[in-house]
């Protein structure tokens, strides 16, 4: 299986271009929304400045397989996960105003143990009010400011939601709203996920892009910027019965050496 997922790597490698910086446009994964401001500290005194000879650590550019899974998945060997080139994943933890996946918090505890970045995503509900369905993602999503905790992330998609969905506008008002009370709440910028039939009929990229995207294409590399890419939802991983979604986010991280 290993071998199946290298190769999977490598071959998306090529189509992704190992481009530059575009990848990755927006903040790190690991960034809190600033919460403080400070002033500027006192120059120091030029009898007392020197110049530094130590250089410092380099940073890389890695390339980092993940993925995403609900209870649909059933039960996930984590272990196998994180030893078939797994390091990332964003599990399902709520939908609208009460709805919580009864697997969540598990799989996010034991991805953490085995080493695995760990996230929640929404399951947004077109016709429920957006402060309510943040108020409920925030309360399952607890701490996440800190550790290896991915930034809370929404799923805006038409199936399973109303059949008549609300204006376009009053929509994005509350999608709106949904991701200024997660900020807040959550001390963490969220990342916005929009189905391919979602963003045709209402178009939100554009008035969005001040936030990360996680942007869904199946058939090679996204036409606008994203901060994670959605190749696959027929990924085969060691853990997990069936296809999953399969991700791919770039990082510049320190390589030991």
């Known amino acids: 299986m290993r071998r199946r997922l290298a190769l999977l ?56 397989l993940g993925i995403d899974a609900s209870h649909h998945q059933g039960p996930i060997d984590w272990d196998a996960v994180a030893n078939d080139g797994i390091s990332f994943a964003y599990l ?9 996946d009864p697997t969540f918090a598990d799989h996010r505890a034991r991805a953490h143990d085995h080493g695995l970045d760990g ?18 993602f925030v309360s399952v999503l607890g701490d996440v ?28 008002a509350e999608v709106r709203a949904f991701l200024r009370h997660v900020a807040d709440a959550a001390g963490r910028e969220p990342v916005v996920y929009l189905y391919p039939d979602f963003e045709e009929r209402f178009g939100f990229a554009a008035e969005l ?6 942007v869904r294409s199946l058939n090679g590399r996204p036409t606008r910027p994203f901060w994670i890419w959605q190749q696959t939802d027929s990924g085969s991983v060691d ?19």
């Open 119 to 136: 996230g929640g995503y929404h399951y947004f509900q077109l016709c429920s009010p957006g402060v309510e369905q943040a108020e409920h």
């Open 145 to 172: 400011r800190s550790g290896n905790h991915l930034p809370p992330a929404v799923d805006l998609e038409i199936a399973g939601s109303c059949s008549i969905p609300p204006p376009r506008q009053v929509l994005l």
């Open 92 to 100: 399902k933890a709520t939908e609208g105003t009460t709805y919580t």
């Open 209 to 214: 892009d001040d936030y990360r995207q996680w």
């Open 9 to 64: 790597a490598a071959a998306l490698l090529v189509a992704a271009g190992c481009s530059g910086e575009d990848d990755n446009p927006k903040t790190p994964l690991q960034s809190p929304l600033s919460t403080h401001t400070s002033s500027e500290p006192p120059a120091p005194s030029p009898s007392t400045t020197r110049p530094s000879t130590i250089p410092g650590p380099e940073k890389e550019r890695v390339r980092r």
């Open 239 to 257: 853990g997990i019965e069936g296809p999953v979604d399969v991700n791919v986010m770039w990082r510049h991280e320190i390589i030991p050496r």
